[in-house]
């Protein structure tokens, strides 16, 4: 007689279930894959049904009887079962004949005669199933519910489709800064005045360059959703977001008097797409004798990168949620951090320039980045000197070629309505498009960078969560190259127009007394607002000395914040609180 062997059953003494790590001396192990331990457990909908597998209660004769099994009645027929029937799901049904059944008086009259006049309906042998009279009153509540909703989307598109900055009004849009009383507003200057701007630039020069940059990885262009790439995390790598006061560059050239306005490129680019923009930002003006520096603050809004900024789909209004604006933000920065540093050869071959980055301490390992101090003509003695950063370099046919890099990334496929995995491969425009709609002022921003550096190539990589509810795992589902001047021409981005923002924004601060001020974008209306501050503003964020203890409060943990004071911006934590995703 065959005999039954039992595999070896690992013990656990600590409860239910397999244990935690598989015994050695066990051949039989049990191991969890690791790319779904952090994704959260998904209960059933109530709607869905669940059946029995198998009846083998089922008596199908009775005890006695001498009528033959119907082979129909088994352990396996559920065809009286309720659970197994779409008794509710009456969206999907539609009634195809309502009319009265006229009484046939002959048996001939079932049939139709064929005649000229009669077509083939192919819903005459459709049976109608029958419905209780609540299924009908819950059906019709349904469709009055969805017309009123249809209704409802149509009212807000028309109304959006007026003022395109009058969307979302069920979210709250707060100030990036907290407007004090004691502040003093001197102007506000609405983006309809934006649009009417123009200032033809004459073509810069390059005053320095800085860093180091790593060359391009082409096989990146290969990468397909059926030839994904898990995104890697840098950790050891610093990225460095210093504002424009605490460069030392650009204090040297300050007073060396190479130019009058200094500032950074993410600075003018938030000020050249400023019309774009929904969400509140700010930017601190200093006026220093005859000189003007454009400054971000630590921790602001322009350190983040915006997710659906300006799409019609409204993101959840609280903080902690995945898909909220700040944690969405807080994601897409460290997205970008990682792509621009995995699209890499990481073979030690480096393009090094006479200065190194002026921001990193000996010892450190710092992301590939060149920074390009270039000098603008605005009028006859006044110069804007910007710093201007690309991340790669690629060599073709013995010319070299700077690269932006920058990643645009997929939370949540029913917030833009195209799943990346089956349209990039054959409707990329569609997806490309979408993107645009939703994230315009973005998009304008990182082609603005690559104008003003003067980059060759901007890199866009599609970033897209392993899971949609899990923030901690991405993968790069292609990588797409654009030139930087087409790109512009395509999105409607106009080179004069914005500098013609820049020009009025410096003439109205040159005729400011010295002083500090802030631009601040209005978080409900399309317009910016400059206000006079103390001298000490903004300055406060951290206290050498201790205060008492009643009067301690601990500092918000929330901002993008990983490095010195010195401004820069480390590698975003691993394991992030709450509502963060990085």
Known sequence: MAHFQLGDVPYNPDGWGPPDSPNTTSSFSISIPTQISNIPFAPFSRSDKLGRIADWTRNPTRPGSSIKQNPSDSAFDFSGDDSFTAGDDD????????????????????????????????????????????????????????????????????????????????????????????WNMLDQIPFSTFSKLSFPISEPEDLLICGGLEFYDRTCDRISPKNERRLERFKNRNFFKVTTTDDPVIRRLANEDKATIFATDAVLAALMCASRSVYSWDIVIQRVGNKLFFDKRDGSQLDLISVHETSQEPLPDVKDDINSAYSLSVEAAYINQNFSQQVLIRDGNKLSYDEGNPFATEGDEVASAAYRYRRWKLDTDVYLVARCEVQSVVELNNKRSFLTLNALNEFDPKYSGVDWRQKLETQRGAVLATELKNNANKLAKWTTQALLANADMMKLGYVSRVHPRDHFNHVVLAVVGYKPKDFASQINLNTSN?????????????????????????????????????????ENDYVEEPLPEDEQVQPPAENLEGGEADGSVNEVEDKPTSGEAA
């Open 91 to 182: 969206s999907s049904f539609r009634l195809v004949d309502n009319s009265t059944s006229r009484p046939h008086h002959h048996l001939g009259q079932n049939r139709p005669k064929f005649n000229p006049r009669w077509r083939f309906n192919p819903n005459h042998h459709r049976t109608h199933l029958p419905q209780r009279r609540d299924e009908e009153v819950e059906a019709r509540k349904r469709d009055a519910e969805k017309e009123r909703a249809r209704r409802d989307r149509l009212y807000n598109l028309n109304r959006s489709s007026t003022n395109s900055n009058a969307r979302r009004e069920s979210s709250v849009f707060k100030s990036s800064v907290d407007i004090q009383p004691e």
């Open 498 to 538: 914005m500098w013609g923002i820049v020009k009025s924004i410096v003439d109205l601060c040159l005729k400011l007394k010295e002083g500090k001020y802030v631009l601040v974008k209005d978080p409900t209306k399309p317009q910016v607002r400059i206000y006079e501050v103390p001298p000490d503003a903004f």
